[in-house]
C-alpha cells in the first residue's frame, strides 16, 4: 500500500514511497542518541525535501531541522512523556467521560426544581470551554512551551473542584464547571500536542495510548463517583474526587516534558508570526477538518451526556451506570486498535472513514431498531459505540499532526478544537431536547444525521489531500 504526502506532514516527503521503503533495521547506530537520551539535531545535510507551509510557501530551515531529528520513537524518554500525558487526560477527558452521573445526581437531590436540559448546560458549558480555550493555550505552547502552562492550569483545575465542592446553586455549579473548562484546556492541548513530537512512526499508537487514558479514566471516575455518590455526602465526596484528580495532575506535571531539539519560538528570538495563522484559516483542508471533528465531537459528547437520560427514557435507568461502564470499555478498545491499525497499514484519513461507516451502522442498524427494546441489545450499542467514537480523537489528532508542522501543531490542534467548542456547547442540551419531545428513536436518527456531515467531510478531506484525484488504494 503506498504512502501519501501530507502537505505538511513532520518528515514528510515530496514524493510517494511505498511502505516497504521504511526499515527501522536500516536506522545506522552513530546517528542515534543513546537510549533514553533527548533527541538531536544531526550535523548530516539535509535531503532533498522540504514540506510545504500552510499557505502553499516553504521554509527550508525548519523543514531541515524537523528532517534532521535522529531518534524520534527511541528510548524510555519518549514513552516516559506518553505516560505523562496519561496522566493528564485521566482526570480531565475521562471525568468527562463519566459527567453524565453528575447530572443524575444533581437532578435526584440539588437542582430537584431544575429540568433536565437546564442541568445539561452545566456540562455543556464544562465541554465548551475545555475546547474553545484550546486555540489559545495552543499558541502559547508553540510560542513558550508547556510548562507554566501546564502548571497553572492543573492548579486552577483542581481549585475548581475544591469550590466545586462548597457549591449548592445552579449559579455556583455553573461557576465551578465554567473555571474547570477554561483551565482544563492547558492539560488537555499539552497532553495531545506533546506526543506528537516525540514521535514520527508510532505516533498514532502513541496518541491512542495517551487517548485511551480518557477511556480508563471514563471507568475509574465513574467507580469513583457511584461510590463517593452513595458512602459520602456532597462536600465531602467532592473534596475526595479533588484530591484524586490532584494526584493525577501532579504525575503529569512530573513525567511530562517537552522535545528539546524543537525549539520554542521564545526560544529562536521569532517575534510574533501569524503567517502560519492566516495559511491554515486559507487552507480547505483546514475546514473540512474542523467541520469532521465537528461532527464527531457532537457525536462523542452527546453520548457521554445522554446514555443515562436514555436508559431512564427507555425504562432502563437502573443500568445506567453500567452503561456507560459499558462505553468506556469499548473505548479503550477503539483508542488503541484504530491508530494501530493507522500506523501500520491504513493511514489516519483512511481509518477514520471506515470507523465513521463502521459507527453509522451500528446507529442505524442496531441502535435505532433494537437499542429501546431490550437491555442486550442497549449494552451491544454501548459498547459498539464505545469502539467508533472512541478511535475519533486519537485518530482526530493524528490526522490534525499530519496536516502541520511539528512547531505549529498546537496552533492547529486548538483552533481546529476551538472549532469543535461549539458542538459540545450546543450537543447534550439539544439531545436533552430531542429526548424529552421527540422520544429515543429521533435521538438516535439525529446523531446518525450528524455522523453522515462527519463523513463527508472527511471523504472530501481524503480527496483534497491528493490534489483533486481520487485513488482508492492508498495509504493516507
Not at 469502539?387 to 496552533?411: A, D, E, M, N
Request: net charge neutral; hydrophobic share 45%; proline share 5%.
Amino acid at each position: 500500500m503506498s504512502g501519501f504526502d501530507w502537505s505538511s506532514k513532520k518528515g514528510a516527503t515530496s514524493e510517494v514511497y511505498t511502505q516497504d521503503d521504511f526499515d527501522p533495521e536500516l536506522q545506522t547506530p552513530e546517528i542515534l542518541a543513546p537510549r533514553g537520551a533527548a533527541p538531536t539535531i544531526s550535523k548530516e545535510e539535509p535531503g532533498s525535501w522540504i514540506p510545504s507551509t500552510p499557505d502553499g510557501s516553504t521554509h527550508a530551515s525548519e523543514a531541515n531541522e524537523e528532517k534532521a531529528i535522529t531518534n524520534l520513537d527511541f528510548g524510555w524518554r519518549p514513552w516516559k512523556v506518553v505516560m505523562g500525558c496519561f496522566c493528564l487526560i485521566v482526570p480531565s477527558y475521562g471525568l468527562l467521560s463519566s459527567i453524565g452521573l453528575f447530572q443524575t445526581e444533581w437532578k435526584q437531590y440539588q437542582l430537584r426544581g431544575y429540568s433536565k436540559s437546564e442541568i445539561s448546560w452545566i456540562i455543556s458549558i464544562f465541554g465548551f470551554f475545555g475546547c474553545f480555550f484550546a486555540a489559545p493555550c495552543g499558541i502559547l505552547y508553540d510560542r513558550y512551551g508547556p510548562r507554566l502552562l501546564l502548571q497553572v492550569g492543573s492548579t486552577i483545575y483542581v481549585a475548581s473542584f475544591i469550590g466545586l465542592a462548597f457549591s449548592t446553586t445552579y449559579g455556583q455549579f455553573m461557576a465551578c464547571f465554567v473555571v474547570a473548562g477554561i483551565s482544563v484546556t492547558a492539560p488537555t492541548t499539552v497532553g495531545f500536542t506533546m506526543v506528537s513530537q516525540w514521535f514520527k512512526v508510532r505516533e498514532g499508537l502513541a496518541t491512542g495510548c495517551v487517548t485511551v487514558g480518557s477511556a480508563i479514566g471514563g471507568i475509574f471516575f465513574s467507580l469513583v463517583l457511584q461510590a463517593l455518590f452513595n458512602r459520602y455526602e456532597w462536600r465531602t465526596g467532592v473534596l475526595i474526587l479533588a484530591g484524586i484528580i490532584m494526584v493525577f495532575m501532579t504525575i503529569g506535571n512530573l513525567l511530562a516534558e517537552r522535545n528539546e531539539s524543537q525549539r520554542t519560538g521564545a526560544e529562536t528570538g521569532d517575534g510574533w508570526d501569524f503567517t502560519a495563522l492566516r495559511g491554515m484559516s486559507k487552507s480547505p483542508k483546514f475546514w473540512l477538518i474542523c467541520v469532521s471533528i465537528f461532527a464527531y465531537e457532537m457525536v462523542l459528547f452527546s453520548q457521554w451526556g445522554s446514555i443515562p437520560s436514555y436508559a431512564v427514557s427507555t425504562n432502563f435507568g437502573d443500568k445506567q451506570f453500567y452503561l456507560m461502564m459499558t462505553c468506556n470499555f469499548g473505548a479503550i478498545i477503539g483508542r488503541t486498535l484504530p491508530p494501530w491499525l493507522s500506523d501500520r497499514k491504513l493511514g489516519p484519513v483512511n481509518t477514520i472513514i471506515i470507523i465513521n461507516i463502521f459507527t453509522m451502522l451500528v446507529v442505524l442498524v442496531v441502535w435505532l431498531p433494537f437499542g429501546a427494546m431490550a437491555v442486550p441489545a442497549l449494552f451491544v450499542v454501548t459498547v459498539l459505540m464505545g469502539v467508533g467514537t472512541g478511535s475519533f480523537v486519537p485518530l482526530g489528532v493524528q490526522c490534525v499532526s499530519g496536516l502541520c508542522t511539528s512547531r505549529t501543531i498546537g496552533t492547529w490542534l486548538g483552533f481546529v478544537y476551538m472549532f469543535s467548542s461549539f458542538a459540545t456547547l450546543l450537543g447534550n442540551p439539544a439531545t436533552e431536547a430531542i429526548l424529552s419531545q421527540h422520544g429515543p428513536r429521533a435521538l438516535v436518527a439525529f446523531l446518525a444525521g450528524v455522523l453522515v456531515l462527519g463523513l463527508a467531510c472527511m471523504v472530501s478531506l481524503r480527496f483534497v489531500i491528493q490534489g483533486g484525484k481520487w485513488i482508492l488504494v492508498r495509504k493516507i
